[in-house]
């Protein structure tokens, strides 16, 4: 019986993918195949693209081979597949050599690898609409339409095959090298070491280099360390001084209450003063001469609960809208898919892994905030999680003692550089983190201010 894919027959996708691979093997020992792999690597092309079970281990030794730093000739592959005791599976040492046969040229490789994406990605869209349909099916057959968890499972598989079908930039060495060189000349004149978004926190920022774009950050910290306050001091920082468009999406509170905190922690002011109603008219004046800053240089705060595909839509909008720089998500464990039945060690995993995707479809930093466990000391454990911890590119732990004013950042894991921690202060009475400053002193417009003795207030 002939299979059908997508209203095509099978065979015309095992032609091109024998043409592929025949191009490949018959410039196997010539300078080109370096050419060929390093557009088939542009392109994306996996061995889960491929259509015959053979032809995908066929190209997975392939690429092992490339890995190792060897020449995917024709003996090695046969080779490292009978090693491995799948060369019968791959239809044997003489339908190998057949491909050879196959090849149709340097020319038409980058044409056949589309072939075969195209029908990948068709093949994706199809499997993602049965998965639709079968899904709303199921649930009216229950006479429980759950939409949103449909909606949100979409969401996902759509993120995961874009992922796999977008195309690597591929640039020469020599164009690679005028852009460096052009970088490194405008480092030395501006003589700037920050490059990403700063958080203000000028240890932490030499080491990162500042949140960079596409990176997917976590700081984590059990319930009494003040993960908020130090978010809300980085957002205060990013948008006010920084005059730099950020977002804030929080979950654990409401945006009046969140908007009150930053005016407190912005202007050096007693929160509980702003929060009941007690605040004095000297600290009131200060409020109303700064907050025209926060009216010229605006954040946009989302307190409505949402799930994943609240999430994409709004963090689109803002992108697309207000072109924001940075988002904030306060918190990861309260982040959660539709499917309330999922383990909640899945959920998050889930929310993690979609939170990664999200950052780097807006090629924006994106930071979460993780609640740890308090029995988990080790500033580098994400409570046993650690899934969260290598999906992010980037981790900070914040650890504090209570009721204490001073904590430490740890970076404990930076894809991109080196690790350390770095000292700060907690100001109590306004609920902010701030750099450490000599005598203890905090300056707020270049004006020195003393740490109130008499302030108890906790994050």
């Known amino acids: 019986m002939t299979e059908i894919i997508d209203g095509q027959i099978a065979g015309e996708y095992e032609e091109t993918e024998r043409a592929v691979l025949g191009t490949m093997l018959s410039y196997s020992r010539s300078q080109f195949i370096e050419e060929l792999l390093t557009e088939a690597h542009r392109l994306r092309l996996r061995p889960e693209i491929f259509f015959a079970p053979e032809h995908c281990l066929i190209y997975g ?11 995917p000739r024709l003996h090695s592959i046969v080779e490292g597949l009978a090693k491995k005791e799948k060369l019968e599976s791959a239809g044997g040492a003489e339908y190998i050599e057949s491909l050879c ?122 319930s009494q360390a003040g993960k908020t306050s130090l978010a809300l001091s980085m957002l205060e920082h990013i948008a006010v001084s920084c005059k730099t468009a950020a977002a804030f999406f929080t979950f654990e ?30 600290d009131a004046e200060r409020i109303y001469a700064n ?32 072109n924001i720089k940075i988002l904030f998500i306060d918190y990861l464990n309260l982040l959660r898919c539709e499917n309330a039945d999922a383990p909640n060690g899945g959920q998050l995993a889930k929310a993690s892994k979609f939170i990664k995707l999200l950052a780097r479809e807006l090629k924006i930093p994106v930071v979460a905030l993780f609640q740890t466990n308090r029995n988990s000391t080790a500033p580098d ?54 750099p450490v400053k000599p005598d203890n002193v905090i300056y707020f417009n270049n004006t020195p201010y003393r740490k109130c003795p008499d302030a108890t207030f906790g994050a």
Not at 254 to 271: E, K, P, S
């Open 381 to 434: 454990k994400l409570g046993g999680l650690g899934g969260i911890e290598n999906d992010a590119d980037t981790v900070i732990a914040l650890t504090r003692e209570k009721d204490a004013e001073k904590a430490k950042l740890h970076l404990v894991k930076h894809r991109n550089g080196k690790t350390g921690e770095t000292e700060i202060d907690f100001l109590p009475w306004c609920m902010k983190f701030a």
């Open 61 to 71: 030794e392939i690429l092992q081979l490339d890995e190792q730093g060897k020449k």
């Open 291 to 322: 907050s025209e800053k926060m009216i010229k240089n605006p954040f946009y705060v989302v307190d409505q609960p949402m799930n994943l595909v609240d999430i994409h839509t709004m963090s689109r909008k803002l992108k697309e809208f207000q």
């Open 253 to 282: 509170t409401t945006g009046d209450v969140l908007m009150r905190r930053i005016l407190a922690l912005a202007n050096n002011v007693d929160f509980q003063s702003v929060n009941n109603g007690t605040i004095n008219v000297k």
């Open 101 to 222: 046969a196959c090849a149709q040229g340097i020319t038409k490789f980058e044409d056949n690898v589309n072939k075969l994406k195209s029908r990948y990605a068709r093949s994706g869209l199809f499997r993602i609409a049965r998965h639709i349909y079968k899904n709303l099916f199921d649930s009216y057959s229950e006479e429980k339409a759950d939409y949103r968890s449909i909606m949100e499972n979409a969401v996902f598989e759509l993120f995961n095959l874009s992922e796999k079908m977008s195309v690597c930039a591929c640039e020469g060495s020599r164009e690679l090298l005028r852009d460096s060189i052009e970088f490194i000349d405008k480092q030395l004149k501006e003589k700037k070491r920050i490059t990403g978004v700063p958080s203000g926190f000028t240890e932490l920022d030499l080491m990162t280099g500042g949140f960079q774009p596409s990176q997917y950050i976590v700081i984590s910290g059990d």
